[in-house]
Every structure is written in structure tokens, then in C-alpha cells.
């Protein structure tokens, strides 16, 4: 569903390791602190991207663990897609110009986070911290462009086929083709957040849809 540009540009390590990175809210920043930053970058994370990275999260008052991609769902990178809402705002915020292999420690408000209500383990406005480490970028499967390209039919629909061909192709394009199980665990992912009627179909209008908040 997605391409890993070729092509390699190199860069130097910066000089300013820490960062920060406004939100609309003047008073309300993400702190960015950069604790690994690759010698080769060949592309920058971007909104739209699909990513795929490791990401731990601790209470900054306490630094009680509330949430550990690691231990969950078998312990598997989790992918999304960056900057559309299918992670907490302020990792939405604070994943944003990262190389791949680049390692982070982002700070995040409570209204970058899981505000006044809090959520499981969170209490509420408490402020975030995240420790992430980032694998993959590769094209998103958002624009209309792509969505053209993934749907072979010309029928506006995307099917389970079509978005696992346009995957393989993707990869294979970039020189990274993967074993079978590894799209069909990103398929079963994508249906999951997309389909929300469950009919078996992403449609043009769910293929555009971006309400999820979940971690």
C-alpha cells in the first residue's frame, strides 16, 4: 500500500538535539528530544505517511509505564498512518521529520493527549511521555492518487486482493519484497480501522475517514 522511496541523501548529525514542535494552542507544545538520529536519511516522516514503529509510553509525574507496544498484540511494530488521527495527537505531532532508525523521547501536554477524561491507565491531564523508535516509512495509502492505483477495477472499492497486490507491488518496487504473512497482517490492520460497516470493502468514503485516536 505503500512505496519506500529509493534513492539515498546524506545527513550530518544536528547539532540541536532537542526540539519543539507547536500545536495550535499557543501555550501547548510537544518537546521533541532526538536520542538517535541515523547518519543516512533517505526520506523524513511526513503527514500522510504509513509508519511503522515501536513506541513505550510513561506518566511524566511518576514514570509509571502505561502502555508498551512490545508487550502488545504479540509484541509487533505497530503501523498507522501519520498525522490522521489514528494515534493521540501529540504522536501524531512529535513523529513528524523523523528518519528511519531515528529513536525519540517525546513530551506531551494533556490536551495533546488524553486531556481532562484520561483513558485506562491514564488519569486524567496527564502529561505523556513517549519513548519511539521508528522502522519503516512508506507512502500512505490516503491520497486519491493511491487509491486509484490500489483499485484495479475502477469500481471506487478497495478489496482485501487489491490492497495486498498493490502492497506487494510496492514493496517488491522498492527492493523490499516480504514473506506472505507480513501483508496479511497489515490487510487484516487496515480493514480493521477502515471497514467500518464490515461489508468486506474499504469504500472511497471510509478510504477518507480519519476519527480513530486509538494508541
Same mark, same amino acid.
Given at each position: 500500500m505503500f512505496s519506500v522511496l529509493s534513492g539515498f541523501l546524506y545527513l550530518q548529525l544536528s547539532s540541536l538535539l532537542v526540539g519543539y514542535v507547536r500545536a495550535q494552542e499557543p501555550t501547548d507544545e510537544v518537546k521533541i528530544e532526538v536520542l538517535y538520529l541515523p547518519e543516512d536519511c533517505p526520506q523524513k516522516t511526513k503527514k500522510g505517511d504509513m509508519v511503522n514503529a515501536h513506541y513505550d509510553g510513561f506518566l511524566a509525574k511518576d514514570g509509571a509505564k502505561f502502555y508498551c507496544s512490545r508487550a502488545d498484540d504479540k509484541g509487533h511494530p505497530k503501523w498507522f498512518v501519520l498525522g490522521v488521527g489514528q494515534v493521540i495527537k501529540g504522536l501524531d505531532? &512529535?513523529?513528524? &521529520?523523523?528518519?528511519? &532508525?531515528?529513536k525519540r523521547k517525546v513530551t506531551i501536554p494533556p490536551s495533546l493527549g488524553f486531556g481532562k477524561q484520561g483513558k485506562d491507565n491514564? *488519569? *486524567?491531564?496527564?502529561?505523556l511521555i513517549f519513548e519511539i523508535e521508528l522502522y519503516t516509512i512508506a507512502r500512505g495509502p490516503r491520497s486519491m492518487e493511491a487509491f486509484r492505483e490500489i483499485d484495479l477495477d475502477d469500481d471506487r472499492n478497495l478489496s482485501r486482493d487489491e490492497i495486498r497486490a498493490y502492497m506487494k507491488r510496492e514493496f517488491e518496487k522498492g527492493g523490499k519484497p516480504r514473506e506472505q504473512s507480513f501483508y496479511d497482517v497489515i490487510v487484516s490492520d487496515v480493514f480493521q480501522k477502515n471497514d467500518h460497516n464490515r461489508d468486506g470493502i474499504i469504500s472511497a468514503k471510509e478510504y477518507n475517514v480519519y476519527d480513530h485516536d486509538e494508541l
Open positions: 505531532i &512529535g513523529m513528524i &521529520g523523523m528518519c528511519q &532508525g531515528e491514564v *488519569p *486524567p491531564d496527564a502529561t
